[in-house]
């Protein structure tokens, strides 16, 4: 400060100079706070004064000005001028002006690509002792030997600029062999001495470069000791983007060892600066501190939105969270806004968010928004986005913005799947099998493979039905099974009830045998993973013992994921088996030691027993502070539902947003089904659909999602209510396979909801749900037939319908069937076998079995009056309206002026309950006389 009140009293060509250096770095915050913050305005004025009359100082103000207009401002006018003010610079000899110039003609940037003229400036700056020069001539030149020549004399003059103490030779030094190491360790320690020996002639940037290569786990560089070392020197050289490495890094796995108190110390210093990295930080890291820290999250957010600046990043995400106004209000316009300024960059990420956001929410965007964001997609996926390629594929596929062109569409999922994207290779999967009327199902079967080959399970599933439908390959329930094995193998919960209802359709052991063979025959050939494949089949089978021997066998040879399987087994069989259930779960932990995706699942089956929850919600914590997502998703869930820690549903909200911000899909469901549902947090329908809709623009094939969405349209919940669009959506799931899909699919037939009705489609569609044991699909076919709501009134088929969940275990079926027998409907009349199964379904806990009973008992020719009021009373006491109101008739007093407390109780309790004739009577303040009321439901 000292120095610039010195010179600020100059009002000549060199003070204006000097003052700009010193404020275009910054000045520290105050004496306790060495964090730098940039004065840019102020900068401007002082090198427009300084340009403003000639002078030995103008060339030096005309490239600061020049890097100004050029970073800052992308105008035309501005790129102009600043070209205007290198070329003149040059002209008097000012080498750094030379070799700008010459850059921005070798890129084409504000003037003509020129690439003769870009070496004749190159070679001007190199005359003048520009090192970098030398390099740039080397990187231009095809002759290998004039090549070497060039880069000789720029390192020549960098050594000798480095060695006379110049802080930028030695760290353009070190960059040059940094990006020009190829991964070779010798280049790379080339690079370290040299940003060493930047940073110890006062270079912050170099010390900060020299941090990050050394926090570099991927090369032998690393030492985070020296890193943090690094960060602290930098930091307290006024740079405020070390200070947020050191002020994140316990909220980061911890890497440096920054303790807590030191980590906030960093960000108040940081915050001070009123930078929008600072800002967006502290709000990230408060926002998981409780309602407290959350309104201190909106405030900073808030402050952020108040100055923003040019950074890509941060206008990325205060996009986002304008977008899914989580913490602050939601603002489509201005999240499209921010996301615009950013892609203008050329900003890939922000490309792709602008993109994904305006074709989501089309009552947010223009027609001319669309097409840009087609076109941005379109600029992301050659950048090699493979997100962005994966949504241009999907816009094409659907006509989203864009005139639909599927062979365009496949073309750009299989740029995404050669990028790696394998949920590129499910896109194209389906797309083989769906909507190609079976030409190419075969390259159906081919995407498919290379998808379950990445262990991808929808891939696995995907194939699975393909062989048991016989679905463009001949139909083979051993390979189904196997297919589906591998899936259930690989933890999927939607394989496995694919699994039993296999089963269920094949009938008889004869496909489970074919497919154990197919499974043991692999393990033979050393396939651990058909092992486990193994274990899951007996499984479903319900085969326990052969699935613990399988399993057993493969874990005391040492393999960690069957001792997890093991575990997970024992964990289900009951308190008696805790114990082998720890012991297995410990081995897991030992051979997991190092692979973080085991340990979440290791640290979720530890928090299903109370003994070991603790230790299990501790792994989550250590490692959702190195920012795995998985486990951050785990550790909400805990949180909003209280297993081994206590509940917390604003650490859990935040936890669950950090994960979508660091690309979880499984957090945003996640999310997205606690907004639903109100479980751990507060109920928000709207933010619920919101999220899923994200989910549905990302990955269209996800049926979770397609249910979630066609249930939120047919209740109105967070939407207008839609029973044609909620169809079409259930409608998506069914085509894609998925049982709930095809029950309410058929249900929407059945009944005429949002689609006309048709009986015969409905019967189809709620059948082959109930193949796969869906109980509620079997009822409503058993309703449909008996009503003849279906196809046609089939009373023998409804029995069989109902008989077939009631042994499913549905006590509701149980009910019907009981029905049905007393009556004769659809089958023999038999009253004890009907009162046996409303005595199974009444020990389950269903009012209406025992109601069913008591009527059974009150009015059959041989009735048991005793026997039907104890039914009743067990119904009454279990809440059904109807007991307690024919409760309140038993109990009505013999004369006027008796007390009748009791049946008083009993018919306020049935008014409570919405029993219309208790309501009645309590209105009139009069019961009926017994005999008066024929309500039998």
Known sequence: MEQIEKLRQRQDQEAFVEQAQLLQFGLPISEINPLRKAQPIEVERLLERALANPGPHWPSAAVRRAKMLLVRDKEQASSERAVELLRRAAAMQNREAAYLLAGLMEAGAGVPRDIAAAKGLYQVALRLGHGPAGLA???????????????????RLLFQDARQGSADAAKTLADHYRATSDSAPERLSVALEWYRRASDLGDPEASLRLGRMRLDPKTTLYQPQEARSAFEKAANGGLVEAALVLAEDPH????????????????????????????????????????????????????????????????VALGRQLRNGDLIERNLPRAIALFDKAAIEGNATASYEYART?????????????????????????????????????????????????????????????GGATMALIRLGDYYALRSDGVEISRALEWYRKGADANISTAMIRLGRMYSEGQGVP????????????????????????LSALYSRAGGPGHFNLARDVLEKAVRAGDTRASIALAKLYL??????LAESALRKI???????????????????????????RRWLSAAEKGASGNDGLMVRIALLQMKDPGTARHGAAVLESLARKNNTEAMTSLAQALME???????????????????????????????????EGNGIEKNPERAVALYREIYNDEPGDTKVLLALGDAYVRGEGVTRDRALATQFYALAAQNGDPEGKMHLGMAYLYGGGVPHDGAKAERLLAQAGEASLMMARLQLGDAKASGMGAAIDPEGAFASFLRAAESGSPEAMIEVARALKKGFGTQRDPALAQSWLERAARMGAQDALYELYRMNAVATDAKPQEAERWLLQAAQNGHPAAMYHLALRYRPPSADQNSIDGNEWLAKAAQAGHWQAIKAIRKKKLPEPGDSDDDD
Not at 557 to 580: F, I, M, V
């Open 137 to 155: 001539l080397a990187r231009l030149e095809s002759d290998a030997t004039k090549a070497n020549v060039f880069a000789t004399q720029g390192l």
């Open 252 to 315: 980061k796995g911890g890497t440096l060892g920054v303790p807590v108190d030191e980590a906030e110390l960093w960000l108040n210093r940081a915050l001070e600066t009123k930078e929008s990295r600072a800002l967006l930080l502290g709000a990230e890291i408060y926002s998981q501190q409780g309602s407290e820290g959350r309104e201190k999250a909106k405030s900073l957010l808030t402050e952020a939105l108040q100055n923003v600046d040019d950074d890509p990043g941060v206008l």
């Open 358 to 418: 305006v074709l989501s929410y089309p009552d947010a965007a223009t027609e001319p928004m669309r097409k840009a964001a087609i076109a941005r997609l379109q600029a992301a996926a050659e950048l090699g986005h493979v997100k962005a390629a994966i949504s241009l594929g999907d816009a094409l596929l659907n006509g989203n913005g864009v005139a639909p062109s599927a062979s365009e569409a496949v073309r750009w999922y299989e740029k995404a799947a050669a």
């Open 475 to 498: 139909q083979d329930y051993a390979l189904a099974a196997t297919w589906l094995s591998r899936a259930a193998a690989a933890g999927s919960g939607p394989a496995m009830v694919e």
């Open 540 to 545: 479903a089978r319900g085969e326990r013992a």
């Open 555 to 581: 874990a005391e040879s040492g393999d960690t994921e069957a001792a997890l399987q093991l575990a997970e087994l024992y964990l289900s069989g009951g308190a008696d088996q805790l114990n082998q259930a």
């Open 642 to 676: 209280g297993i081994g820690v206590q509940p917390d549903a604003n650490r859990a909200e935040a936890l669950l947003r950090r994960a979508i911000q660091l690309g979880n899909d499984n957090a945003r469901f996640v999310l997205a089904k606690a907004y639903r």
